[in-house]
């Protein structure tokens, strides 16, 4: 307290000395010392009279506030502070300690207010002490935020455990048949039928296994395990377990194998058409006889298990090669779902492009970054052979450097440099976003109507010649056929 009855009587010799040095013996060098003890406080100093009228603002107000002492000197505190607590200290002619107040938008302190009396115990004005509490207030925003957080991802595993997420709710899209596929798989995810997921690396498929598996109201656990991932020599241990002393190194209890811990859950085997062969026929008499015996044991387990197995090759190709067993195939593909890539789904690119990066800005704690047009357009025309995985991917990427280089948009540069090669000037004359915007049935229908226009163009430029168009757009004769069909495309349309 004898702290601020110092800093009273400092400003009070300061007020008397700019007010009424007419009537008080007061010289520019006090006045001087005067300013310069406040100026160099670590807090914010601001003196009024009675009518509210700045007197002295020092520089610390400045630096809190990025209002200059020109600017403010000599006006109405309220015109810059509507919420300034000196007005009110002029008021009601009381002082307020530690008062939290936000005098600006985004600007928080903590003030303490005192009346200014004259020697008589007349007011003559106000003295205000604010300590700028704003990065602490944010950094307080943000530990609620990351509290928040907490109980939410608490919530989210409680809800895991017990009841399942919602991973389908994850997987979005616009595309009408896509849509149908994901309608599909929960139509299913509740039957005992092992499942077969097909499609390139970076679809989803492990996202669509964890869906069904969650959607399925299983009570036992997720499994993953990537047939590719493990070493050939492991596998038998991972997958089947093992007893104690079975082998050298083996641990003293023994261990479970994925199958033991997917008991009453799910297997998804990921990539199998990597899994070796000699182990193949080990996992065809399990998925038989519903029973898993661990390396060094003579006792069968009774397991309860589903199997999600996904591939992104052609098993019967295996199959013919030699390298996958016909038997095995067909226990696995009792349902197949085939997840198409993401250059098949293009109205989606904007769609999930968008999604991840609000999810990977709020994560990281910063400002949404913008897509401009000019890079969908580019996301648009790039092949993803990646697919979704490689376009988070690139997003990620993309917003830490702008992020760094404190852009609030991506920019071509901070794209990889084989996307930033791609020329969209001719795509940029067919597609335009406004017109998306505008129409009616949405951005599938646009684009199928862009793709009809196309294929109508490069037709009509080779004279009709189906083989030339097709190795003109890239793509196979039959797929070509198709899409004539498709969009009714006759000779005679142009």
């Not at 310069?36 to 007197?55: E, Q, R």
Request: aromatic fraction near 10%; charge should be neutral.
């Amino acid at each position: 307290m004898s702290g601020e009855i110092a800093l009273e009587s400092i400003a009070y010799q300061l007020f008397m000395g700019v007010c009424m040095d007419v009537e008080y013996n007061f010289n520019r060098h006090d006045r001087g010392i005067f300013e310069y003890i406040l100026d160099n406080l670590p807090d914010s100093i601001t003196i009024v009279d009675m009518a509210g009228k700045v007197i002295f603002f020092n520089t610390t107000a400045e630096e809190y506030f990025g209002v200059l002492k020109k600017n403010i000197i000599d006006k109405d505190i309220r015109e810059f502070f509507p919420n300034a607590i000196l007005p009110r200290v002029l008021e009601h002619k009381v002082s307020y300690h530690n008062i939290y107040n936000s005098p600006r938008e985004k600007s928080f302190v903590v003030s303490s207010a005192v009346p200014l009396r004259d020697k008589h115990g007349n007011m003559i004005g106000a003295l205000a002490r604010d300590r700028d509490i704003t990065e602490i207030v944010k950094l307080s925003e943000l530990l609620n935020k990351t509290q928040t957080n907490l109980m939410q991802l608490e919530k989210e595993y409680s809800k895991i455990t017990l009841l399942g997420e919602d991973y389908f709710s994850k997987i979005i899209s616009n595309n009408a048949g896509f849509i149908q596929i994901i309608n599909l798989c929960k139509n299913i995810s509740k039957s005992p039928l092992n499942i077969l997921l097909k499609g390139e690396s970076g679809t989803g498929k492990e996202l669509f296994a964890k869906a069904i598996h969650y959607e399925s109201g299983k009570r036992g656990k997720f499994i993953p395990i990537n047939c590719s991932a493990i070493p050939k020599e492991l596998f038998e241990s991972e997958l089947f377990g093992y007893e104690a002393g079975a082998f050298t190194g083996a641990r003293n209890e023994g261990k479970k194998g994925k199958f033991e811990e997917a008991e009453g859950g799910t297997l998804f085997l990921d990539e199998i058409g990597d899994m070796p062969m000699e182990l193949q026929p080990k996992l065809l008499r399990i998925l038989e006889e519903g029973t898993v015996t661990r390396i060094g044991g003579n006792k069968p387990r009774k397991i309860d298990v589903r199997i999600i197995s996904a591939t992104n090759k052609d098993i019967r190709t295996l199959i013919k090669e030699d390298k996958f067993r016909k038997d095995l195939y067909y226990r696995l593909d009792v349902f197949q779902v085939n997840i198409p890539p993401l250059r098949e789904r293009k109205g989606d690119i904007v769609l999930l492009a968008n999604k991840f990066i609000q999810e990977f800005c709020m994560e990281q704690g910063i400002n949404i970054i913008e897509i401009p047009n000019d890079i969908l357009n580019i996301f648009s025309e790039y092949n993803w052979e990646g697919n979704v995985r490689e376009l988070r991917n690139v997003i990620q990427t993309s917003v830490i450097y702008a992020s760094q280089s404190g852009k609030d948009k991506i920019e071509k540069e901070f794209l990889p440099a084989y996307m930033q090669k791609i020329k969209v000037d001719e795509l940029n004359k067919v597609i335009n976003v406004e017109e998306i915007r505008r129409y009616e049935t949405g951005l599938e229908e646009y684009i199928e109507k862009v793709e009809k226009m196309i294929i109508h163009k490069t037709l009509e430029e080779l004279n009709y010649n189906k083989s030339e168009t097709a190795k003109r757009l890239k793509i196979p004769r039959t797929t070509l056929y198709y899409k004539i069909e498709k969009h009714k495309i006759t000779m005679d349309e142009a």
